[in-house]
């Protein structure tokens, strides 16, 4: 067994590695004249005069902040609103109004582009708060996403400019020429596989193999599109991707993966073709696609090879793996969900051998950078390109470049801002539930693998990710704020560094190339990348990694 399913997982990652190489060239190319272009159509300026935006009107980045803040503060109050009045709605299902912690961490969630669900889907929430409010949410954060990439890639092509874009502009654009498009033509696909579109009530039940009774009625289809394409997590049932009304086979899991990969993965060809040099974006993609090889292959590895007694026996590990998909297509299913910030799962993470478990969490750890999530990934992967410029830099005693801009304390100080978010976020929120009642009251499990579960919750809040290791109950009051509260500044604080670094870009002047440029688009430059994420990540979660999933691993 363990060869046939090597060759399935060479055959899964190879097929989607070809599709994506055209993916890369069409649609990074659409994003690039998306982003650059002046004309509006009439939807979209129905909009701008609807919000009393001219969208001809450029802003500098503390307005740009200030706009996307807000417009997520609203969203906030409009999606807890709506789980908090949902006995009073049409399309409620009768079902009582959410708690109001869980409708706190579940509007902040979906707002923050992480659909951390503290509850189960298909029982808690009504169609209309499905509708209008989540899945409305999966367009309008991944839209925010891009929003912030592509900001931050004006300022590296600007020359003393004052203004990075206009946030509604942008916004607007990525929903109505983007999002909505390939979502829809992705729902028709799955609707064709199987994947379930309608209005039933919960009442109306159909029969799976083996006698198995479940709910038929949601709008699936049109929800699960939208959460792959915009990296988003969530599920309108609580077994997410692995749930057969949301991805019935293989070739579904197979098109939700390269839908997962699609965005992220034509981003930095926008990129380079906004800086006017298409190999910087080569450069780019390549640090990806390193990173994100080399995190497949080990999570196959260590699923298809596991050191226990009964995955050798088994051939593999395959506890908490669907039978639909086999152990490479759950394996690499779970590497490029974290890998892009998704947080959509087709199989348990928390059954996975101790060092699988490991890849997925160190996926997230390293940035969600490879190639990360809608428009997230890009401005993630340019951040640490700034700081690889800068330690080159202090190596050979030069002032750090890149793209003509000078790297000087301004800039490394909003990088090196951005970088340390995550970890603190991370270490200070599992210190803080491994030292109260309540936080360890969550635990299922003792030992280094509870700790995993602790360690990964905080994780994927922190990294805006949403998927869990299902040994832990975060549903209690306490776990909804504090993960809430995560999710909250580690969406929104490394944005407004990012913003910040834009504006402070855009104002340079350009500093012409000379013998001493680093050039960034050789394959050095590449590995150094690549080097400086592995090694910045290493020396700030390996205690962590130590006392969890390698301990459990090495026991």
């Known amino acids: 067994m363990g060869t046939a399913a090597a060759a399935a997982g060479a055959v899964l990652v190879l097929s989607v590695v070809a599709v994506l190489a055209v993916v890369y060239l069409l649609l990074g190319d659409y994003l690039y004249r998306v982003y650059t272009g ?4 009439a939807a979209e300026r129905l909009v701008y005069r609807l919000v009393g935006v001219r969208p001809d009107a450029e802003q500098p980045w503390a307005v740009y902040a200030r706009a996307l803040l807000a417009f997520s503060a609203v969203s906030v109050l409009a999606v807890y609103g709506m789980q908090r009045l949902q006995d009073r709605l049409v399309l409620g299902l009768g079902r009582p109004a959410v708690p109001a ?19 189960p889907g298909e029982t808690v929430m009504g169609h209309l708060v499905q509708m209008a409010a989540l899945a409305v949410q999966n367009f309008a954060s991944a839209a925010v996403g891009m929003a912030v990439a592509v900001a931050l890639v004006r300022g590296f092509a600007r020359r003393q400019a004052d203004t990075i874009g206009n946030f509604w502009v942008d916004l607007v654009r990525g929903t109505f020429r983007v999002l909505l498009p390939i979502a829809f033509v992705a729902a028709l696909v799955l609707v064709a596989g199987g994947v379930v579109q309608n209005l039933a009530s919960p009442h109306e039940v159909t029969t799976l193999t083996g006698g198995t009774q479940a709910i038929t009625g ?34 579904t899991n197979w098109l939700q993966i390269v839908l997962l990969l699609a965005i992220p993965v034509a981003l930095p060809r926008t990129f380079g073709r906004m800086v006017g040099q298409v190999r910087q974006g080569h450069a780019i993609l390549a640090v990806m696609a ?8 080990l999570t196959n590895v260590f699923e298809v090879s596991g050191g226990a007694a009964v995955p050798q026996a088994a051939g593999a590990a395959l506890e908490g793996k669907e039978v639909r998909f086999g152990v490479p297509g759950s394996a690499t299913f779970a590497a490029v969900t974290t890998l892009t910030s998704t947080g959509a799962a087709d199989s348990a993470h928390d059954s996975f051998t101790p060092l699988g478990g490991m890849m997925t969490m160190l996926n997230m750890m390293l940035g969600e950078v490879a190639p990360g999530g809608a428009g997230s990934g890009l401005y993630g992967m340019l951040v640490l390109a700034v700081i690889t410029v800068f330690v080159a830099g202090l190596m ?17 100080k909003l990088a090196s801002l951005y970088f340390l978010v995550t970890p603190a976020l991370v270490l200070a929120g599992t210190a803080a539930a491994m030292g109260n009642r309540a ?21 994927s809040a922190a990294a805006n990710n949403g998927s869990a290791f299902a040994g832990i109950s975060a549903g209690t009051p306490w776990w909804c704020v504090a993960l809430g509260l995560c999710m909250a500044f580690g969406r929104f604080l490394p944005i407004v560094f990012i913003l910040a670094l834009a504006g402070s870009l855009a104002r340079q002047a350009p500093v012409p190339v000379s013998a001493g440029t680093l050039p960034t688009h050789r394959p050095q430059f590449v590995g150094m990348v690549a080097g400086v994420t592995v090694v910045l990540v290493a020396l700030t979660f390996l205690p962590a990694l130590a006392l969890a999933p390698l301990a459990e691993g090495l026991s």
Not at 38 to 41: G, I, L
Not at 231 to 247: D, K, L, M, R
Not at 397 to 410: H, N, V
């Open 38 to 41: 002046t004309r509006h159509s």
């Open 218 to 251: 949601g709008p699936v289809a049109s929800q699960e599109a939208i959460k792959v394409l915009g990296t988003n997590g969530g599920g309108f049932y609580n077994a997410n991707s692995a749930h057969p009304f949301e991805n019935p086979a293989g070739w």
């Open 439 to 459: 936080g360890l009251a969550a635990m299922l499990n003792g030992g280094p693998h509870g700790l995993s579960e602790i360690l990964y919750a905080f994780t």
């Open 396 to 412: 050979v005693g030069r002032t750090p470049e890149y793209l003509g801009k000078k790297i000087g304390s301004r800039e490394i």
């Open 290 to 297: 390193v990173i994100a090889l080399v995190s497949v292959v």
């Open 101 to 119: 912690h869980v409708a706190w961490n579940t509007a902040v969630s979906f707002v923050t582009n992480t659909n951390w669900q503290a509850y």
